[in-house]
C-alpha cells in the first residue's frame, strides 16, 4: 500500500530534550515537506527538500533541522524542545514538484512539548 | 508575502444543501491554487486543483474557480452529504518557488442529516 508513515504518532516531552520525528515514504517519490497545524493558523511549512542532500527552509524552520539522507526518509529534528513547539506535524510527499503533482499526508504527530 | 485568507467556521449545513466555503489569496503572479480535506484523525487529502487563471478543479462533485479578477477560488457543491463533513483547506504554491507553499486557516464543516 502506497502511504506516508511517521513516528511517533503521539509524544509528550519536556523542554530541552532532543527529539526526532521519523517519516517515511514507500512511493519513490522525490520531494517531501514538513508542516506544522496549529488552531487559526492552519498549516505552515517547515522545511521541503527536493532530493537526496537537498533541503531548503519553508515558512517556520526556526528551532527545527531536517536531513535526507536516503530518497524515502525525512526525518524532522528538534535540538531542544520548547512549548511553542507543541502542534500537529505533517510530513507530505509527492512524484514531482507540489505545485504539478499531488501530496500525500502522513497522519500526523501530535507533540506536546512540557 | 504570500497568504491564504479562508471563511471562518464553521459552517453547519443540512444533507443536500448548497456549500460556499470562500478562499482568497495574496501573491505576486498567478500561482498554482488547491483545496484539500482533512477528515477526523487523518491526514491531508487533495480534493481539487488549478494551475492557471479560469481553470476549473472538480472532484467528487467540489468544484472551484481560479478567479484572477478577484484572487478566489471558492470552493462549491450542490447537495453536501453527511459524509463530506470534514476541515477544507485552501492552498497556493509560490510563483517563484513551487516547492513552497501557504495553507489558509481551514474551515469546519458540519453536515447534519
Known amino acids: 500500500e502506497a502511504q506516508v508513515t511517521q513516528n511517533p504518532r503521539y509524544l509528550i516531552t519536556v523542554t530541552g530534550k532532543k527529539l526526532t520525528v521519523t517519516c517515511s515514504q514507500n512511493m519513490n517519490h522525490e520531494y517531501m515537506s514538513w508542516y506544522r497545524q496549529d488552531p487559526g493558523l492552519g498549516l505552515r511549512q517547515i522545511y521541503y527538500?527536493?532530493?537526496?542532500?537537498?533541503?531548503d527552509k519553508g515558512d517556520v524552520p526556526e528551532g527545527y533541522k531536517v536531513s535526507r539522507k536516503e530518497k524515502r526518509n525525512f526525518p524532522l529534528i528538534l535540538e531542544s524542545p520548547s512549548p511553542n513547539q507543541t502542534s500537529l506535524y505533517f510530513c507530505?510527499?509527492?512524484?514531482?514538484?507540489?505545485?504539478?503533482?499531488?501530496?500525500?499526508f502522513g497522519p500526523g504527530t501530535r507533540l506536546t512539548v512540557l | 508575502g504570500d497568504s491564504v485568507t479562508q471563511m471562518e467556521g464553521p459552517v453547519t449545513l443540512s444533507e443536500e444543501a448548497f456549500l460556499t466555503i470562500n478562499c482568497t489569496y495574496t501573491a505576486t503572479g498567478y500561482p498554482s491554487l488547491f483545496w484539500y480535506v482533512q477528515y477526523p484523525g487523518e491526514g491531508l487529502q487533495l480534493l481539487l486543483k488549478a494551475t492557471k487563471a479560469d481553470d476549473k478543479g472538480s472532484n467528487k462533485g467540489f468544484e472551484a474557480t481560479y478567479r484572477k479578477e478577484t484572487t478566489s477560488f471558492h470552493l462549491e457543491k450542490g447537495s453536501v452529504q453527511v459524509s463530506d463533513s470534514a476541515v477544507y483547506f485552501c492552498a497556493l504554491s509560490d510563483v517563484y518557488n513551487f516547492n513552497k507553499f501557504y495553507f489558509g486557516s481551514g474551515t469546519k464543516l458540519n453536515v447534519k442529516p
Open positions: 527538500s527536493m532530493n537526496v542532500e537537498v533541503t
Open positions: 507530505a510527499s509527492s512524484r514531482g514538484q507540489g505545485f504539478i503533482d499531488e501530496q500525500f
